[in-house]
Structures are given as structure tokens and as C-alpha cells.
């Protein structure tokens, strides 16, 4: 492959370390364009979307009367997630509310969920992820150095949410993610989530022993399980309303929950992941996506965005507190964990995955869709 000439677009700052980006005449990327798209098709922070919060909140309420609970509710003890149950609480609505402990919760992360879940007087149900599969799994993905070091814990998140949802009959979810901080994001960085497929190739090329009981989704369950026999449906309510994240931390505030010093701070892995191994290894720095959707969205300058990237990822003591820390909790030497970080490359496709028949299954979808006159939702969106 060619190396191409260092580009920054001129109105975001995505650059070049994304391979696929392209540029206009005037300098203006990709990601920036297809931002424009998203304003009425999926994100309305406008009167449109206080219409179409209301309805929808009404629509949880009305469909959750008699049960024990309208809508479930992931709680990570990020920003996102957090806000969103603050929100629901404020909305009246009455989500069942579950943490999946993958065994990464920073000290303040427990304190968070515990801040929330007392005033909003939410009970809390803690599922707990079996911690020998979780690290057995986290190896064989360090092993394979593909780029998503974060499939074992975000798979685990969401097969434990859907299922302890199915379990408790509860069909809508409500999902933290938006497009205003997240929107622009490039595609050749990421590695698949929820493929079950990928995540046991991986596991069978470079594990060491079976798992036990580490929650996984089926293609089947992840695509007609769920949606078609359990009318499972995620919302996006950040996506109604004009989210910021100075904002919601002000209100997160007020109710005793404190800030992250770093992104992702709820989860130490995540936090090495993504402000160390990512952007040493790949080249990826995450804050460039989610800086650039801030200058899309209108809410951040892209004077004030270059000024953040160019602060450090990691102050040098930190990152030595965080290093040790992981090695202790897999159980590995620094040195082994020195060789894991350096081993070569690999893509997720060169491992088995459920690309094609995902594929397959949407031109079937577009086909019915288009016949309807109505786009299906695929799958489960996270
Ligand atoms: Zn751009």
C-alpha cells in the first residue's frame, strides 16, 4: 500500500489516519458530508425531536402499564448512559435498570452507578460476568491484536442487556448513543461488536481453554430472535434532543456524580485501550472522530478541537499505575504483556465472521423494504 500525503480536513479534524477519508476541492471530508444526512433522518435536536421524544416516551408508558417495568436501561456509569438514566427517571419512566460487571469498574464508576441508582430509586441488577472466561477471552483477542480490544467486554455488555430484558419481558431498550458525539466515525477502524462468529474464530485460533458462560448472541438471535420474535426495539433518546456532553455532566453533577479525568474512565481496560494501545499500535486516536462529531454538531469549535488533541493521551505515571494494573488482573508479566501489545496486525476479517450472511440478510430486508415502502430496522442497532 502507498503511503498518502498527510491530509486534515478543513472543517472537522479527521485526517488521513483514517485510510478510506476523502476530500472535496475545498478541503472538507467525507465524514463531514454524511454528518449533513444524519439532521432529520436520525438526529433531531429540534422542535421535531421534542415532538418525537414526547411521543415516544408516551409510547414506553402506555405499552409498560401493569409490568414491572416499561423499558430496560444498560448502566455503564459513563456520561451517556448515566445522563440517559437520569432523563428516564425525570421522564417517569421506570426502566429496569442493569450494570454488566466485566470486571474493569474503576472506583469512581461504582460511586457513579451507585449516585444514580439512589436518587433516581432505581433498583440495581448487577450481572456479573464470569471473570476466568472474560480474561480468557481478553488474551486471545490481545493475542490476535486486532483492533477492537473492547469486542469481549461490549459483547458481554449487550448479550447480558438483551437477554436479562428477554428474560424480564421488557422489549424496548434504551441505548445512550448519539449522533451528536459520535456520529463521525470511520468505518476501516472498526471491528465488530457483536459478531459472535468473529469473537469464537478468535477464541479458537488463540485461546488456551473453553469458556464457561461468557454471554454470547447468536447471528440468529441477533437478527430475528430479538427484533422479529421479541419486538425487541433499542431507542436513542440523545438523539431527540439537543445532547451535549458539558451539559449533561452539569446535571450529572448536581446529583453528586463526578467527572472522568479521562474518556472512558469507567472502564480501565477501555481507558488503556483507547488512549494507549489504539493510538500506539494503530495509529487510531479515538478523540479524533468524537472531536470531529462535536465540531459537526455544532457544539465545539475546531480551534478548541485541535487544542485537545494536542494535549497528551496519557500522563506517563498514569499509564505506568494502569499498565501494572492490567498485567496484575490477567495475570501475566509485564514483559508478556509488553510482547501481547507488540505482536503483528491482524484485520478482523482474517479471522471467520458473519459478514457475508449479514450482508445476504440485509438485500433480503432492502428488497422487502422497498416492496412495503418502509425501511426495517436490521437487527439490533447498538
Ligand atoms: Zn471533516
Redesign the pocket.
Known sequence: MTERPYQI??????DTSDPEISFDESG?????RDFELLLGTIWFPNDEGEFRLASLIERVKTEGRGKAYDCVLGLSGGIDSSYLALKAFEWGLRPLVVHVDGGWNSELAVQNIERIVKHCGYELHTLVVNWEDMKELQLSYLRSAVSNQDVPQDHAFFAGLYNFATENKVRYVLNGGNAATEA?FPRSWHGPAMDAKNLKAIHKAYGTRPLTDFPLISFSEFYFWYPVVKRMTILRPLDLMPYSKEQAVTELEQIGWRSYPRKHGESLFTKFFQNYYLPTKFGYDKRRPHL?SL??SGSLTREAALERLAEPLYAEEELRRDRQYICRKLRVSEAEFADLVARPIHHYTDFDNWERRRAAVKSVLDIVARIRGKRINLALRT
Open positions: 480536513c478543513t472543517v472537522c479534524v479527521m472538507r471530508c467525507n465524514h463531514c463521525i470531529s465540531v459537526a
